[in-house]
Protein backbone atom coordinates (compact mmCIF):
# COMPACT_ATOMS: atom_id res chain seq x y z
CA UNK A 1 0.00 0.00 0.00
CA UNK A 2 2.11 3.57 -1.17
CA UNK A 3 -0.29 6.64 -0.33
CA UNK A 4 0.17 10.31 -1.09
CA UNK A 5 -1.00 13.17 1.25
CA UNK A 6 -1.62 16.51 -0.04
CA UNK A 7 -2.26 19.67 2.01
CA UNK A 8 -5.04 21.49 0.27
CA UNK A 9 -7.75 24.02 0.45
CA UNK A 10 -9.49 22.99 -2.85
CA UNK A 11 -11.56 26.80 -3.42
CA UNK A 12 -12.69 24.93 -4.99
CA UNK A 13 -11.42 21.98 -6.98
CA UNK A 14 -10.37 22.31 -10.18
CA UNK A 15 -8.63 20.55 -13.24
CA UNK A 16 -5.21 21.93 -11.83
CA UNK A 17 -6.15 20.15 -8.66
CA UNK A 18 -7.01 17.04 -9.94
CA UNK A 19 -3.88 17.39 -12.52
CA UNK A 20 -1.67 17.34 -9.19
CA UNK A 21 -3.38 14.62 -8.13
CA UNK A 22 -3.16 12.64 -10.95
CA UNK A 23 0.77 13.00 -12.04
CA UNK A 24 1.55 12.77 -7.90
CA UNK A 25 -0.12 9.28 -7.69
CA UNK A 26 1.76 8.49 -10.71
CA UNK A 27 5.29 9.77 -9.82
CA UNK A 28 5.30 7.79 -6.64
CA UNK A 29 3.26 4.74 -7.82
CA UNK A 30 0.49 5.38 -4.83
CA UNK A 31 -3.17 3.86 -5.02
CA UNK A 32 -4.32 5.47 -2.32
CA UNK A 33 -4.18 9.77 -1.41
CA UNK A 34 -5.50 11.21 1.54
CA UNK A 35 -5.95 15.63 1.77
CA UNK A 36 -5.17 17.68 4.61
CA UNK A 37 -7.88 19.92 4.13
CA UNK A 38 -8.11 23.80 5.67
CA UNK A 39 -12.12 24.21 7.03
CA UNK A 40 -13.92 27.30 6.37
CA UNK A 41 -11.51 29.67 6.73
CA UNK A 42 -8.13 29.49 4.88
CA UNK A 43 -4.65 30.60 5.09
CA UNK A 44 -4.72 33.99 3.46
CA UNK A 45 -7.67 34.77 6.21
CA UNK A 46 -11.12 34.14 3.61
CA UNK A 47 -13.98 32.70 4.38
CA UNK A 48 -14.01 29.27 1.88
CA UNK A 49 -16.27 29.79 -1.19
CA UNK A 50 -18.01 26.35 -0.08
CA UNK A 51 -18.36 24.68 3.15
CA UNK A 52 -15.84 22.34 4.22
CA UNK A 53 -18.08 19.37 3.76
CA UNK A 54 -18.91 20.40 -0.08
CA UNK A 55 -15.17 20.92 -1.16
CA UNK A 56 -14.62 17.77 0.94
CA UNK A 57 -17.18 16.02 -1.85
CA UNK A 58 -15.78 17.97 -4.84
CA UNK A 59 -12.09 16.41 -3.52
CA UNK A 60 -13.80 12.79 -3.07
CA UNK A 61 -15.56 13.08 -6.73
CA UNK A 62 -12.31 13.90 -8.14
CA UNK A 63 -10.00 11.48 -6.99
CA UNK A 64 -8.81 11.91 -3.28
CA UNK A 65 -9.77 8.93 -1.41
CA UNK A 66 -9.50 10.44 2.18
CA UNK A 67 -10.20 14.28 3.37
CA UNK A 68 -9.54 15.21 6.67
CA UNK A 69 -9.94 18.46 8.31
CA UNK A 70 -6.70 20.69 9.34
CA UNK A 71 -8.24 22.71 12.72
CA UNK A 72 -8.39 26.25 12.28
CA UNK A 73 -6.21 27.39 14.49
CA UNK A 74 -3.84 25.80 12.24
CA UNK A 75 -5.37 26.59 8.56
CA UNK A 76 -5.73 30.77 9.03
CA UNK A 77 -2.23 31.25 10.48
CA UNK A 78 0.91 32.05 8.77
CA UNK A 79 2.66 29.91 6.25
CA UNK A 80 4.95 28.09 8.76
CA UNK A 81 1.69 27.36 11.40
CA UNK A 82 -0.54 26.26 8.21
CA UNK A 83 2.42 23.89 7.14
CA UNK A 84 3.21 22.24 10.70
CA UNK A 85 -0.33 21.38 11.66
CA UNK A 86 -1.23 20.02 7.85
CA UNK A 87 2.13 17.56 8.55
CA UNK A 88 2.19 16.86 12.12
CA UNK A 89 -1.13 15.42 11.37
CA UNK A 90 -0.25 13.59 8.17
CA UNK A 91 2.51 11.91 10.38
CA UNK A 92 0.45 11.04 13.47
CA UNK A 93 -1.73 8.63 10.44
CA UNK A 94 0.94 5.94 10.34
CA UNK A 95 0.31 4.69 6.78
CA UNK A 96 1.74 7.86 4.57
CA UNK A 97 4.42 7.93 2.34
CA UNK A 98 4.65 10.87 0.28
CA UNK A 99 3.41 14.69 0.80
CA UNK A 100 3.07 15.82 -2.34
CA UNK A 101 2.78 19.79 -3.26
CA UNK A 102 2.73 21.99 -6.57
CA UNK A 103 5.65 24.27 -6.25
CA UNK A 104 6.85 26.98 -8.57
CA UNK A 105 10.35 25.98 -8.54
CA UNK A 106 9.56 22.31 -9.04
CA UNK A 107 12.99 20.73 -7.62
CA UNK A 108 13.28 18.97 -4.42
CA UNK A 109 16.86 19.51 -3.94
CA UNK A 110 16.31 23.26 -4.00
CA UNK A 111 13.40 23.40 -1.75
CA UNK A 112 15.19 21.35 0.50
CA UNK A 113 18.56 23.77 0.95
CA UNK A 114 16.53 26.74 1.62
CA UNK A 115 14.98 24.93 4.62
CA UNK A 116 17.94 23.82 5.97
CA UNK A 117 19.45 26.97 5.46
CA UNK A 118 16.25 28.61 7.36
CA UNK A 119 16.53 26.37 9.96
CA UNK A 120 19.97 26.85 10.72
CA UNK A 121 20.03 30.58 9.62
CA UNK A 122 23.06 32.02 9.48
CA UNK A 123 23.63 35.05 12.04
CA UNK A 124 24.12 37.82 9.39
CA UNK A 125 20.93 36.57 7.68
CA UNK A 126 19.42 36.80 10.90
CA UNK A 127 20.50 40.35 11.81
CA UNK A 128 19.46 41.46 8.13
CA UNK A 129 15.91 40.33 8.30
CA UNK A 130 16.08 42.30 11.78
CA UNK A 131 17.58 45.08 10.57
CA UNK A 132 14.78 45.05 7.37
CA UNK A 133 11.86 45.03 9.60
CA UNK A 134 12.73 47.61 11.89
CA UNK A 135 12.96 49.98 8.79
CA UNK A 136 8.87 48.81 8.04
CA UNK A 137 8.99 45.56 6.86
CA UNK A 138 7.00 42.94 7.33
CA UNK A 139 8.34 39.77 8.34
CA UNK A 140 7.71 37.97 5.65
CA UNK A 141 8.80 40.44 3.10
CA UNK A 142 11.98 40.71 5.38
CA UNK A 143 12.74 37.45 4.93
CA UNK A 144 12.00 37.49 0.91
CA UNK A 145 13.90 40.24 0.28
CA UNK A 146 17.25 38.74 2.49
CA UNK A 147 17.22 35.56 0.98
CA UNK A 148 16.59 37.15 -2.61
CA UNK A 149 20.07 39.32 -2.25
CA UNK A 150 21.73 35.74 -0.98
CA UNK A 151 20.00 32.96 -2.33
CA UNK A 152 17.81 34.01 -5.44
CA UNK A 153 14.37 35.06 -5.47
CA UNK A 154 12.60 31.52 -4.48
CA UNK A 155 11.14 32.85 -1.46
CA UNK A 156 9.07 35.16 -3.69
CA UNK A 157 6.53 32.74 -4.32
CA UNK A 158 3.38 31.53 -2.38
CA UNK A 159 3.95 27.57 -2.97
CA UNK A 160 7.68 27.33 -2.79
CA UNK A 161 7.67 29.04 0.84
CA UNK A 162 4.73 26.41 1.38
CA UNK A 163 7.11 23.47 0.40
CA UNK A 164 9.50 25.02 2.10
CA UNK A 165 7.42 25.09 5.15
CA UNK A 166 6.04 21.15 4.24
CA UNK A 167 9.95 20.26 4.14
CA UNK A 168 11.35 22.05 7.47
CA UNK A 169 7.64 20.50 9.23
CA UNK A 170 9.05 16.98 8.27
CA UNK A 171 12.85 17.56 9.05
CA UNK A 172 11.40 19.31 12.70
CA UNK A 173 9.54 16.36 12.93
CA UNK A 174 12.08 13.84 12.12
CA UNK A 175 9.20 12.39 9.95
CA UNK A 176 9.37 9.18 7.30
CA UNK A 177 7.37 11.13 5.24
CA UNK A 178 9.02 11.84 1.58
CA UNK A 179 8.14 15.42 -0.01
CA UNK A 180 7.56 15.35 -3.19
CA UNK A 181 7.47 18.27 -5.71
CA UNK A 182 5.60 19.00 -8.83
CA UNK A 183 6.31 21.98 -11.15
CA UNK A 184 3.09 24.36 -11.60
CA UNK A 185 2.14 24.77 -14.95
CA UNK A 186 0.55 28.26 -16.79
CA UNK A 187 -0.19 29.97 -14.08
CA UNK A 188 0.64 31.43 -11.00
CA UNK A 189 -1.55 31.48 -7.73
CA UNK A 190 -2.70 34.96 -7.37
CA UNK A 191 -3.15 35.10 -11.29
CA UNK A 192 -6.60 36.68 -11.81
CA UNK A 193 -7.00 35.96 -15.76
CA UNK A 194 -8.46 32.29 -17.14
CA UNK A 195 -5.25 30.61 -18.93
CA UNK A 196 -8.05 27.70 -20.31
CA UNK A 197 -8.51 24.67 -18.43
CA UNK A 198 -5.73 24.63 -16.33
CA UNK A 199 -6.40 28.19 -14.37
CA UNK A 200 -5.85 29.90 -10.89
CA UNK A 201 -8.53 29.10 -8.46
CA UNK A 202 -8.28 32.70 -7.98
CA UNK A 203 -9.01 33.47 -11.01
CA UNK A 204 -12.23 31.06 -10.50
CA UNK A 205 -13.38 32.28 -7.70
CA UNK A 206 -13.23 36.29 -8.94
CA UNK A 207 -15.10 35.63 -11.87
CA UNK A 208 -17.65 33.49 -9.46
CA UNK A 209 -17.60 36.82 -7.45
CA UNK A 210 -18.39 38.94 -10.18
CA UNK A 211 -20.39 36.67 -12.86
CA UNK A 212 -21.34 32.99 -11.23
CA UNK A 213 -20.93 30.07 -13.08
CA UNK A 214 -19.99 30.81 -16.79
CA UNK A 215 -18.54 28.63 -19.25
CA UNK A 216 -15.11 29.55 -18.03
CA UNK A 217 -15.40 28.22 -14.96
CA UNK A 218 -16.84 25.16 -16.36
CA UNK A 219 -14.16 24.58 -18.92
CA UNK A 220 -11.53 25.14 -15.93
CA UNK A 221 -12.98 22.78 -13.45
CA UNK A 222 -14.01 19.10 -13.65
CA UNK A 223 -18.14 18.36 -14.35
CA UNK A 224 -17.88 16.62 -10.70
CA UNK A 225 -16.83 19.73 -9.50
CA UNK A 226 -19.30 21.92 -11.31
CA UNK A 227 -22.12 20.06 -10.49
CA UNK A 228 -21.56 20.06 -6.79
CA UNK A 229 -20.97 23.93 -7.03
CA UNK A 230 -24.15 24.49 -9.04
CA UNK A 231 -26.52 22.28 -7.13
CA UNK A 232 -25.44 24.11 -3.75
CA UNK A 233 -25.92 27.59 -5.36
CA UNK A 234 -29.21 26.77 -6.54
CA UNK A 235 -30.39 25.90 -2.93
CA UNK A 236 -28.12 29.17 -1.65
CA UNK A 237 -25.74 27.39 -0.09
CA UNK A 238 -22.56 29.33 -1.21
CA UNK A 239 -20.63 30.85 -2.52
CA UNK A 240 -19.74 32.86 0.54
CA UNK A 241 -17.40 35.99 0.48
CA UNK A 242 -16.04 38.26 2.81
CA UNK A 243 -18.82 40.78 2.17
CA UNK A 244 -21.15 38.44 3.79
CA UNK A 245 -19.89 39.47 6.91
CA UNK A 246 -19.43 43.27 6.65
CA UNK A 247 -21.87 43.57 9.67
CA UNK A 248 -20.59 41.05 12.06
CA UNK A 249 -17.21 41.98 11.43
CA UNK A 250 -18.23 45.72 12.37
CA UNK A 251 -19.46 45.23 15.26
CA UNK A 252 -16.99 42.77 16.42
CA UNK A 253 -15.04 46.06 15.94
CA UNK A 254 -17.09 48.65 17.58
CA UNK A 255 -18.08 46.98 20.69
CA UNK A 256 -14.47 45.41 21.32
CA UNK A 257 -11.83 47.45 23.25
CA UNK A 258 -8.23 48.01 21.96
CA UNK A 259 -7.13 45.99 25.08
CA UNK A 260 -9.06 42.93 23.94
CA UNK A 261 -7.79 43.50 20.55
CA UNK A 262 -4.13 42.76 22.22
CA UNK A 263 -4.72 39.10 22.24
CA UNK A 264 -5.91 38.62 18.96
CA UNK A 265 -2.33 36.19 17.27
CA UNK A 266 -0.96 38.72 15.19
CA UNK A 267 -1.72 42.06 16.47
CA UNK A 268 0.91 43.85 17.03
CA UNK A 269 2.96 47.33 16.78
CA UNK A 270 -0.19 49.43 17.79
CA UNK A 271 -2.38 47.95 14.62
CA UNK A 272 -4.96 47.47 17.56
CA UNK A 273 -5.39 51.45 17.51
CA UNK A 274 -6.44 51.32 13.71
CA UNK A 275 -8.69 48.30 13.48
CA UNK A 276 -10.79 50.19 16.48
CA UNK A 277 -10.49 53.32 14.52
CA UNK A 278 -11.51 51.68 10.71
CA UNK A 279 -14.41 49.78 12.57
CA UNK A 280 -15.84 53.30 13.54
CA UNK A 281 -15.15 54.71 10.02
CA UNK A 282 -15.96 51.90 7.64
CA UNK A 283 -19.35 50.91 6.52
CA UNK A 284 -17.92 47.71 4.94
CA UNK A 285 -15.94 45.42 4.53
CA UNK A 286 -13.47 46.71 1.55
CA UNK A 287 -13.78 50.15 3.24
CA UNK A 288 -12.30 48.67 6.35
CA UNK A 289 -9.72 46.86 4.60
CA UNK A 290 -8.85 50.02 2.27
CA UNK A 291 -8.44 51.98 5.99
CA UNK A 292 -6.41 49.44 7.53
CA UNK A 293 -3.82 48.32 4.65
CA UNK A 294 -0.66 49.81 4.50
CA UNK A 295 3.11 48.66 3.66
CA UNK A 296 3.79 47.33 7.03
CA UNK A 297 -0.20 45.59 7.49
CA UNK A 298 -0.60 43.41 4.35
CA UNK A 299 -4.39 42.37 3.08
CA UNK A 300 -3.59 39.14 3.78
CA UNK A 301 -2.43 39.39 7.61
CA UNK A 302 -5.27 41.83 8.27
CA UNK A 303 -7.76 39.49 6.59
CA UNK A 304 -6.53 36.70 9.03
CA UNK A 305 -6.86 39.01 12.50
CA UNK A 306 -10.26 39.79 11.17
CA UNK A 307 -11.00 36.07 11.16
CA UNK A 308 -8.96 35.65 14.57
CA UNK A 309 -11.63 38.26 15.97
CA UNK A 310 -14.56 36.54 14.44
CA UNK A 311 -14.12 33.95 16.42
CA UNK A 312 -12.40 34.79 19.48
CA UNK A 313 -9.19 33.31 18.45
CA UNK A 314 -6.20 34.61 20.72
CA UNK A 315 -2.17 34.07 21.29
CA UNK A 316 -2.54 31.86 23.41
CA UNK A 317 -4.14 29.35 21.17
CA UNK A 318 -1.67 29.68 18.43
CA UNK A 319 0.91 29.52 21.10
CA UNK A 320 -0.03 26.12 22.22
CA UNK A 321 -0.66 25.31 18.50
CA UNK A 322 2.65 26.01 17.60
CA UNK A 323 4.33 23.75 20.06
CA UNK A 324 6.29 21.17 18.31
CA UNK A 325 4.35 18.33 20.31
CA UNK A 326 1.09 19.28 20.55
CA UNK A 327 -1.11 16.65 20.04
CA UNK A 328 -4.00 17.87 17.25
CA UNK A 329 -7.17 15.13 16.32
CA UNK A 330 -8.31 12.96 12.80
CA UNK A 331 -11.14 14.68 11.74
CA UNK A 332 -12.85 12.71 8.54
CA UNK A 333 -14.90 15.12 6.19
CA UNK A 334 -15.71 12.35 3.32
CA UNK A 335 -14.14 9.21 2.52
CA UNK A 336 -15.21 6.66 -0.49
CA UNK A 337 -14.46 2.93 -0.41
CA UNK A 338 -10.52 3.01 -0.54
CA UNK A 339 -10.49 6.04 1.93
CA UNK A 340 -12.64 2.80 4.49
CA UNK A 341 -9.44 0.64 3.66
CA UNK A 342 -7.72 3.79 4.98
CA UNK A 343 -8.94 4.21 7.81
CA UNK A 344 -8.90 0.51 8.94
CA UNK A 345 -5.00 1.36 8.68
CA UNK A 346 -5.00 4.91 10.70
CA UNK A 347 -7.40 3.49 13.00
CA UNK A 348 -3.87 0.48 13.48
CA UNK A 349 -1.34 2.88 13.47
CA UNK A 350 -2.54 6.25 14.73
CA UNK A 351 -1.00 8.76 17.86
CA UNK A 352 -3.87 11.34 17.37
CA UNK A 353 -7.78 10.55 18.31
CA UNK A 354 -10.03 9.76 15.53
CA UNK A 355 -13.30 12.03 15.69
CA UNK A 356 -16.01 9.91 14.24
CA UNK A 357 -18.95 11.47 16.34
CA UNK A 358 -17.82 15.41 16.65
CA UNK A 359 -20.78 15.41 19.03
CA UNK A 360 -19.08 12.67 22.38
CA UNK A 361 -16.05 14.30 21.25
CA UNK A 362 -14.15 15.33 24.91
CA UNK A 363 -10.89 15.21 25.38
CA UNK A 364 -8.95 15.26 28.73
CA UNK A 365 -6.72 18.34 27.73
CA UNK A 366 -8.59 21.71 28.07
CA UNK A 367 -6.45 23.00 25.15
CA UNK A 368 -7.34 20.15 22.76
CA UNK A 369 -10.74 20.41 23.71
CA UNK A 370 -10.20 24.45 23.15
CA UNK A 371 -9.01 23.75 19.57
CA UNK A 372 -11.86 21.87 18.35
CA UNK A 373 -14.04 24.04 19.94
CA UNK A 374 -12.82 26.63 17.93
CA UNK A 375 -13.73 24.54 14.21
CA UNK A 376 -17.01 24.26 15.74
CA UNK A 377 -17.11 27.98 16.23
CA UNK A 378 -15.80 28.71 13.05
CA UNK A 379 -18.95 26.61 11.52
CA UNK A 380 -21.20 28.87 13.28
CA UNK A 381 -19.94 31.78 12.16
CA UNK A 382 -19.10 31.01 8.77
CA UNK A 383 -23.07 29.97 8.52
CA UNK A 384 -23.67 33.53 9.06
CA UNK A 385 -22.63 34.07 5.35
CA UNK A 386 -25.45 32.33 3.81
CA UNK A 387 -28.31 34.34 2.40
CA UNK A 388 -30.47 31.58 2.51
CA UNK A 389 -32.14 31.79 6.29
CA UNK A 390 -32.24 27.74 6.77
CA UNK A 391 -28.64 27.43 6.55
CA UNK A 392 -27.44 30.01 9.27
CA UNK A 393 -28.70 27.74 12.52
CA UNK A 394 -25.71 26.58 14.31
CA UNK A 395 -23.80 23.48 15.62
CA UNK A 396 -23.65 21.95 12.51
CA UNK A 397 -20.64 20.47 13.15
CA UNK A 398 -22.35 17.84 15.87
CA UNK A 399 -25.29 17.49 12.83
CA UNK A 400 -23.00 16.15 10.19
CA UNK A 401 -21.27 12.91 9.93
CA UNK A 402 -18.40 11.97 7.87
CA UNK A 403 -19.67 11.92 4.55
CA UNK A 404 -19.05 8.36 2.48
CA UNK A 405 -19.14 9.65 -0.90
CA UNK A 406 -20.59 6.27 -2.67
CA UNK A 407 -24.00 6.37 -0.52
CA UNK A 408 -24.29 10.19 -2.35
CA UNK A 409 -24.03 8.97 -5.85
Known amino acids: MRVIGIVSEYNPFHNGHKFHLELSKKLCKAEYSVAIMSGNFLQRGEPALFDKWIRAKMAVLNGI ?3 IELPVVYSCQV ?5 LGAVKILNSLGII ?3 CFGSENGNIEDLYNISNILLNEPKEIK ?3 KYKMSKG ?3 SKAIGETYKDHYGDMLSYPNNVLGIEYIKSIILLSSS ?3 VTIKRLMNNYSDK ?3 GSISSATAIREELRKRGLTPEIRKATSPESWSVMKNNMEHGKGPVFWENFSDILLYELRKSSVKSMRYLPEVKEGIEFRLKKSGIHSTSFEELISMLKTKRYTRTSLQRTLCHMLMSMNKEDVNYARMLKTPAYIRVLAFNDKGRDLLR ?3 KNANYEIINKPASFKSQSSSLNRMFSLDTISTDIYNLGYTNKSYKKACEDYRTSPLLIDELQ
Open 97 to 99: DYL
Open 79 to 83: AELFA
Open 137 to 139: MTY
Open 345 to 347: EIN
Open 177 to 179: IKP
Open 65 to 67: DLV
Open 127 to 129: QEI
Open 193 to 195: NFT
